[in-house]
């Protein structure tokens, strides 16, 4: 079986623009979330997304918004881009009240 | 306020050692204790899920501690080998279904030496 997939692995972007994030979960997952991985940080809670609803959010501005599919996949938005938000973004995804994630590649963003 | 800290913050050993991974939390309410593998570039690996109630947890040569009245455990790894390099993160979740109550740790960067 695949495990937790992530588009694209790697992307670069200037200041100021958008950016899309993709995650396909594992088979039978129905629970996603987005983490930001700042380097040399341990992952910081961004969403949380469970049968197409957001169930959790982090500390983190309006700029970044998420949303779910009808087939549990999801995507994760970042508006109005900073350099700050250069990161290693990870999708992790779970059973439905299961303790273990499971985590994706993630998508390196460097932004410009 | 809720807080997962891990010592060393780095760590360089010889192929064959072992080595002790700490982490320290003042998450309260306390639900589990995770530890992570995550290579670099890539996404973490769970490695051990413990609940206050146990105190050891085995993966093959990865074996967790935790004390819950102190409010730490250890990662201890045996007979390290070269694949062991990576970073190792210890995560804390507190009492709620939503993954938003998991506070990670920064990390030990582990780096085994022929």
């Known amino acids: 079986d695949a495990g937790v997939t992530q588009s694209p692995t790697h992307l670069i972007k200037t200041r100021g623009q958008h950016v899309t994030l993709r995650c396909s979960p594992i088979?039978?997952?129905?629970?996603v979330s987005w983490y930001q991985q700042v380097l040399g940080q341990g992952p910081q809670f961004i969403f949380q997304?469970?049968?197409?609803?957001?169930?959790g959010r982090g500390n983190f501005p309006d700029r970044f918004s998420a949303r779910q599919f009808p087939n549990y996949s999801s995507e994760l938005n970042v508006n109005a881009l900073l350099l700050g938000d250069s990161a290693l973004y990870l999708c992790?995804?779970?059973?439905?009240?299961?303790?273990?994630?499971?985590f994706g590649p993630g998508t390196r963003l460097t932004v410009l | 306020k809720n807080q997962v800290e891990q010592s060393p913050q780095s760590l360089i050993i010889l192929e064959g050692k072992n080595c002790t991974l700490q982490c320290n939390y003042t998450v309260s309410p306390f639900s589990n204790l995770r530890w992570y593998k995550q290579d670099t570039g890539r996404g973490p690996v769970s490695l051990t899920i413990?609940?206050?109630?146990?105190n050891t947890k085995s993966n093959g040569r990865y074996t967790a501690t935790l004390d819950a009245d102190t409010k730490q455990s250890s990662l201890h790894i045996t007979a390290s080998q070269l694949s062991d390099s990576a970073s190792y993160i210890c995560?804390?979740?507190?009492?709620?279904?939503?993954?938003?109550?998991?506070?990670f740790g920064k990390g030990t960067k582990l780096s085994v030496k022929p």
């Open positions: 088979s039978g997952h129905k629970s």
């Open positions: 413990m609940t206050f109630s146990e």
């Open positions: 997304y469970y049968e197409k609803e957001e169930r």
């Open positions: 995560v804390v979740s507190g009492v709620g279904g939503s993954q938003g109550n998991l506070i």
């Open positions: 992790a995804s779970s059973l439905p009240g299961a303790d273990t994630q499971y």
